[in-house]
């Protein structure tokens, strides 16, 4: 009897052992499981509080910026990267970031600035985001047009980015953006289409989105946006870029290449074509390359890509088109005859090799931008088109030059003057392009060419992206 009972008895103290055992080993998983997930959820918790202290980095650079914006060394005067704590008004120090700072440099001057910051928590710090953007100055390039006078767009304009003039607007055209003008009120002619001349509001027309407009806003300042150009001539001679000084003969005329070089040549004789404006009224206007003489073949310096013409310049050609690679600025101005003013006249396509980014024009002129009277029937402008003093547009024409078929403009245009490539007759299409399309290029601020003017100096954060 005695025997038995013990027998029963260990077996009783195996099984409690083993279920108490197994017990152990489920409470144990239980509990690792149970810890695990807290862990990974203060994890997650602070994965996420790092991308908030990672973009306070950027954040806080952009301040830093505001303050000092040429300081790229985050008031070290040394490389970096730049640690800082980062604190919570509430529970004090929380975690930290690393700030690295590249600067995209043209002709000594920066373009833009490249912000990466990393973000961790002290908790964590092996749990890391990281956030990049770019800081750049706004410029003439975030709108489709500004204009400093009154201005008509026609039914067949389509126009994607802002359209800003100072001046009063009709617009019968199409946008998807905002179209703003500086004026309340505004005297609308015969040559804008009100017969009888009346008073208009700041904007007005058959354009479909009239919910875009906006009237009257602060007018734009042409004289703080238009471009010192002696700077420009100052470093072309001096090295940087390319400089031709006064011809002798009628001008200059030059052919962009793919490879980043121009054929330069000299213009010299020019036939003349009868036109008409709207500030000289019917006249002879010397604007067909007669006779030319070619010059060479020149490089465009990759690092800074100037050229200033001290003459008046014809772009391309109507069986040559020009292509821009890489980021370029064109300049046509006389600044040794005080009394002196250019015109660039624009005689074929003009087009980038790419359109990622990767390649950028500023063409600029003293006076005009003009489109000669036998240009392409369908003519693509790339870039930026500066009139300062005087106007972009394409004059009125008789004869076989009369009308052409469409125009397509991939950037902006800035005129101080009326824009016109479009002339009705009796309020029937009769020069000019039947056709306009204009789509301003988002992605030239944020890798401009050289002097592509600002219209604030204060970096706005742009191409926000959290990398690996």
């Known amino acids: ?111 833009g600035i490249a912000i990466s910051s990393t973000g961790w ?31 008509w767009v026609g039914a067949d304009h389509q126009i994607t980015g802002p359209y800003h ?47 875009l407009w906006r009237f009257p806003v602060p007018p734009f300042d042409f004289n703080a946006i238009t471009m010192d150009l002696a700077e420009i001539k100052n470093l072309t001679q001096s090295g940087q870029g390319l400089y031709f000084g006064p011809s002798g003969a009628e001008g200059y005329h030059i052919l962009l290449k793919d490879n980043r070089t121009l054929d330069a040549y000299r213009i010299n004789s020019l036939n003349r074509v009868y036109a008409y404006d709207l500030e000289q009224g019917w006249h002879w206007e010397y604007s067909i390359i007669g006779s030319e003489s070619f010059l060479g073949n020149y490089q465009i310096p990759q690092d800074c890509g100037l050229v200033f013409i001290e003459d008046d310049l014809w772009v391309g050609g109507l069986s040559q088109g020009s292509k821009v690679k890489g980021k370029i600025t064109v300049v046509s101005a006389d600044l040794i005859n005080p009394m002196g003013t250019t015109d660039v006249w624009l005689g074929g396509n003009i087009t980038y090799t790419a359109t990622d980014g990767s390649d950028g024009l500023l063409l600029i002129a003293e006076r005009n931008n003009l489109i000669v009277s036998n240009s392409p029937d369908d003519l693509n402008l790339d870039g930026v088109y500066v009139a300062q003093t005087g106007k972009f547009g394409r004059n009125h024409y008789s004869g076989s030059d009369m009308k052409k078929n469409k125009l397509t403009v991939y950037g902006s245009i800035i005129s101080n003057g009326r824009v016109g490539t479009k002339w009705t007759c009796n309020g029937i299409f009769c020069s000019g392009y039947k056709e306009r399309q204009t789509n301003y290029d988002s992605k030239l601020s944020l890798n401009p060419p050289p002097f592509l003017t600002a219209i604030s100096q204060e970096y706005q954060l742009k191409d926000w992206e959290e990398v690996e």
Not at 124 to 151: E, G, H, W
Not at 176 to 201: D, I, R, Y
Request: glycine share 10%.
């Open 1 to 111: 009897m005695n025997c038995a009972l013990g027998k029963n008895s260990g077996t009783i103290l195996v099984l409690a052992l083993v279920f108490s055992s197994i017990f152990l080993v489920m409470f144990g998983g239980l509990a690792g499981f149970i810890l695990l997930q807290h862990k990974q959820s203060l994890e997650k918790a602070d994965w996420n509080q790092a991308l908030e202290i990672a973009e306070a980095g950027l954040n806080y650079y952009r301040w830093h910026l505001a303050h000092a914006p040429d300081d790229l060394q985050d008031g070290t005067g040394s490389p970096g990267p730049y640690e800082h704590q980062y604190s919570d008004p509430e529970g004090g120090a929380v975690g930290k970031y690393s700030l690295e700072i590249n600067a995209a440099n043209q002709c000594g001057a920066v373009s």
């Open 121 to 151: 928590t002290d908790k964590f710090p092996n749990v890391k985001r990281k956030v990049q953007a770019k800081y750049v100055r706004p410029t003439i390039a975030d709108y489709s047009f500004v204009i400093n006078d009154n201005v």
């Open 165 to 211: 003039s100072n001046g009063g607007i009709r617009f019968d055209g199409t946008n998807n953006s905002l179209v703003t003008s500086a004026k309340q009120t505004w005297w609308c002619s015969s040559s804008f289409g009100c017969n009888p001349a009346q008073e208009k509001p700041g904007i007005f027309g058959a354009g479909p989105n009239s919910d």
